[in-house]
């Protein structure tokens, strides 16, 4: 009746009153814990199949609070984007994994990660001179620019008119572009013709579907089609299962992420990581 959907209203405007002041105050703590050390990286092995070698890393950040203990980043990165904290918490991210990649390579030389991806926020994008700061670090840090991987997802890219101009910028360093949750977003397609790419991350909702028999499991076999034709490498993400790896090398993927392969980890264990032995 009217009563109760009076109610239901009041409590859906307290849910969106709470929500915010829980960000305000995540917001407030993360500001703090880019100061104190709270923040850390955890590396995710990108493997090439069959065999499961480590090819690059992706970056995620990590949080330890001093009282709640770890907090997503699927938590506190929308926070951190919606109050503008994500520019400096992505500038320690972009640094910090670029010091890392030259770490590992002066203990591992050739068995280096190729490559390190990280994670740029619209947010970030939008700022001009973002491209500018990815000079610096790459200059301070001494990695070579192709190392580096600048992953990005469409929507940031769609959105603000300098987004698309600061990633040509990057790419024209020499460092490599890749499009995260690719299929997900308006225009996928569409933005293959305007934006510089390296990469396409095949998102985990088309790669879950290979196995289930899913509808979608064409299109993570046009996608592969469609990397080919461009040059692009196609990464497959989220890959849980043997069955799934199995599934996706028939359809010709060679790039691969997911917790089959690895979760991320400490840089320490990237360095002693080894393929899985293969089960007969
Ligand atoms: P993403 O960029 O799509 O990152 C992949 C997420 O999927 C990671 O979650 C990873 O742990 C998870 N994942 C990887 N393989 C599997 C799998 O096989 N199964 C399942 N169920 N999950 C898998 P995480 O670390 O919690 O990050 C969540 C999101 O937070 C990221 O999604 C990204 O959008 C954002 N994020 C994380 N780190 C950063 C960062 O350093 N900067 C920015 N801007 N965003 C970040
Ligand atoms: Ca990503
Ligand atoms: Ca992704
Ligand atoms: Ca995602």
């Known amino acids: 009746g009217k009563l109760q959907g009076k109610g239901r209203q009041v ?7 709470q929500r915010s002041a829980e960000q305000s105050r995540l917001a407030a703590d993360l500001r703090i814990a880019l100061d104190t050390e709270q923040l850390y990286l955890h590396y995710q092995p990108i493997v090439t199949m069959p065999g499961g070698e480590l090819f690059g890393v992706e970056a995620l950040v ?30 320690w991210i972009l640094e910090e ?4 990649a030259v770490r590992w390579i002066e203990e591992l030389g050739d068995a280096a990660p190729h490559t390190v ?4 926020s619209a947010r970030q994008l939008r700022e001009a001179g973002f491209a500018g700061e990815v000079a610096a670090v790459l200059e301070r840090t001494g990695l070579p620019p192709e190392v580096l991987t600048v992953e990005v997802t469409e929507t940031a890219v769609f959105d603000g008119g300098t ?118």
């Not at 109050?83 to 992505?90: D, E, K, Q």
């Open 117 to 120: 991806t990280v994670n740029v």
């Open 62 to 91: 990590r949080w330890t609070h001093p009282a709640r203990g770890p907090i997503g980043p699927a938590v506190f990165i929308p926070a951190a984007e919606r109050t503008g904290l994500i520019v400096p918490l992505g500038a």
């Open 97 to 100: 994994a670029c010091r890392q």
């Open 163 to 280: 987004a698309l101009t600061e990633l040509r910028a990057i790419a024209a360093l020499g460092v490599k572009i890749a499009l995260d949750d690719f299929g997900t977003g308006h225009s996928s397609l569409g933005l293959l013709r305007t934006c510089p790419a390296d990469v396409l991350k095949v998102d985990k909702s088309f790669v879950d579907d290979v196995t289930e028999g899913g509808q979608q499991a064409v299109v993570v076999a046009a996608l592969i089609g469609i990397c080919e034709g461009m040059g692009l490498r196609a990464v497959a993400e989220g890959v849980e299962t043997a069955e799934q790896a199995a599934e996706l090398q028939r359809l010709g993927y060679r790039y691969a992420q997911g917790f089959h392969y690895g979760r991320p980890m400490p840089a320490e264990a990237i360095a002693a990581y080894r393929p899985a032995p293969a089960r007969s």
């Open 11 to 17: 409590t859906y405007v307290d849910a969106m009153d």
